[in-house]
């Protein structure tokens, strides 16, 4: 069996609703891939997007303004409740491609994994789905993590702030770790998770941050072609 990882961010599944155009393009990518070889296989871990987001500053604008102090852990809980609510969209998406449950824990000794296609949401506060995602890889031993988000490449700075930031095409993970540092901070806007990072790095997985959007792009990282993006590791 060939085994892929996808973590696909919350903000291509859902940036402000459903993105139904993208949801459309990327299950038929990814089922016409399934289709040229039955012993491949793709998991996908599902993250929170803009309902995360949104749940979360609602509940501390509600702590700040009845005087509670708001909790990293509360609001942690509340960002992965988003990822579980996307998780079954995909799933449902891929139809009979996708046998199983939707997996929130991905450390379960008897996990199964009955079709072609796994979809895993949010496991529990610590970390994003970006580590779940480094889990399962570990799991079911997929070398490669593929990071697909709203940007095509890890640049040195935040390019929003920072003209001078670059893009990097590939990257040590001592390098990149000196970049995302080592706390996890609910919500938090990074390429690869910290924690997930220090797994990834422990089991000399390889990480691939891309464009979620550039359909062709993803299906080229697959093929193990040429792609768009920033390798670390």
């Given at each position: 069996m060939s085994t892929k990882v996808l973590s696909v961010g919350g903000s291509i599944i859902v940036p402000e609703k459903p993105d139904t155009d993208f949801l459309v393009k990327f299950v038929s990518m990814c089922i016409e891939w399934l289709k040229e070889d039955k012993s491949r296989r793709l998991i996908l871990v599902a993250g929170g997007g803009a309902p995360a987001r949104v749940y979360q500053n609602a509940?501390?604008?509600?702590?700040?303004?009845?005087?509670?102090?708001?909790?990293?852990?509360?609001?942690?809980?509340?960002?992965?409740?988003?990822?579980?609510?996307?998780?079954?969209?995909?799933?449902?998406?891929?139809?009979?491609?996708?046998?199983?449950?939707?997996?929130?824990?991905?450390?379960?000794?008897?996990?199964?994994?009955?079709?072609?296609?796994?979809?895993?949401?949010?496991?529990?506060?610590?970390?994003?789905?970006?580590?779940?995602?480094?889990?399962?890889?570990?799991?079911?031993?997929?070398?490669?993590?593929?990071?697909?988000?709203?940007?095509?490449?890890?640049?040195?700075?935040?390019?929003?702030?920072?003209?001078?930031a670059k893009p990097i095409d590939s990257i040590s993970w001592a390098d990149f770790r000196k970049i995302v540092g080592d706390e996890w901070v609910p919500g938090k806007n990074c390429p690869f998770d910290p924690i997930a990072s220090k797994k990834a790095d422990q089991l000399g997985m390889k990480v691939i941050c891309a464009s979620g959007k550039n359909i062709e792009n993803i299906k080229s990282i697959l093929n193990e072609k040429e792609y768009i993006g920033t390798t670390i590791g």
């Open positions: 509940y501390k604008e509600v702590a700040e303004k009845t005087g509670l102090a708001s909790e990293d852990m509360a609001a942690d809980w509340i960002g992965i409740m988003a990822t579980r609510i996307n998780a079954q969209l995909l799933k449902a998406s891929f139809g009979e491609y996708c046998k199983n449950d939707v997996v929130y824990n991905p450390t379960l000794e008897d996990l199964k994994f009955d079709g072609q296609v796994l979809v895993a949401s949010g496991w529990k506060p610590g970390f994003s789905t970006d580590t779940d995602a480094v889990y399962l890889g570990e799991k079911f031993d997929a070398k490669t993590i593929v990071n697909l988000s709203n940007i095509e490449k890890v640049y040195t700075d935040d390019p929003r702030k920072n003209p001078d």
